[in-house]
């Protein structure tokens, strides 16, 4: 069965980076789109964009430009989101979500990571 | 951006009512939408996928429908299980969006 298992929750600085790790299993890593949301504490769901690990080509929304990259690590089938020069605004749980497709069509996220917590504190 | 709006922003309902809730899109998004539940510290969940098919598993009183705008997810006939925040997302254009989220309680 898929399995979508993140990292631990980071207390970090302000101004520091973090980077947060999803491992897949369960099916082809490089086969499908991994997707990263961001949920602020009592906030809705937003999206930062998706690395295809088959080539590692990406896309992010403009939001996330110069605060989010997104690689990925074929040999251990891990997908990572790196957070630089951090802020209270980037306090949040951070999701990995796989994306699905029937038809080849996507569809969405029926698959998701439990969520790692970034909380960012002097 | 496509922006994704989702009323009631809240509701209170009770065991057996059927629940309606709304999300309209700013642009035609054809039938790029998803309906997501998500409990209190817990994961979303996916329920609903391309506006209206239910994913395996998901009990058939929750439903989905809409195309290009106006999309709808429908509850007949709630369960104790059931309150949860349900948000939709639109995957038609980048950036991908989410609504705002409606928040389900029982009474």
């Known amino acids: 069965q898929v399995q979508l298992q993140q990292s631990g929750a980071e207390l970090v600085k302000p101004g520091s980076s973090v980077k947060i790790s999803c491992k897949a299993s369960g099916y082809t890593f490089t086969s499908y789109d991994m997707h990263w949301i961001k949920q602020q504490p009592g906030n809705g769901l937003e999206w930062i964009g998706w690395?295809?690990?088959?080539?590692?080509?990406?896309k992010y929304n403009q939001k996330f430009n110069g605060k989010a990259t997104l690689t990925a690590d074929k040999s251990s089938s891990t997908a990572y989101l790196q957070l630089t020069s951090l802020t209270s605004e980037d306090s949040a749980v951070y999701f990995c979500a796989r994306e699905d497709y029937y038809s080849s069509f996507p569809s969405g996220f029926a698959y998701w990571g439990q969520g790692t917590l970034v909380t960012v504190s002097s | 951006n496509t922006v994704m709006t989702q009323s009631p922003t809240s509701m209170f309902t009770s065991v057996g009512d059927r629940v309606t809730m709304s999300c309209k899109a700013s642009?035609?998004?054809?039938?790029?939408v998803g309906w997501y539940q998500q409990k209190k510290g817990q994961s979303p969940k996916r329920l609903i996928y391309w506006a209206s098919n239910r994913d395996t598993g998901v009990p058939d009183r929750f439903t989905g429908s809409g195309s290009g705008t106006d999309f709808t997810l429908t509850i007949s006939n709630m369960q104790a299980e059931d309150p949860a925040i349900y948000y939709c997302?639109?995957?038609?254009?980048?950036?991908?969006?989410f609504g705002g989220g409606t928040k389900l309680e029982l009474k």
């Open positions: 690395i295809y690990p088959g080539n590692g080509n990406t």
């Open positions: 642009q035609n998004v054809g039938i790029n």
């Open positions: 997302l639109q995957h038609n254009s980048y950036p991908w969006t």
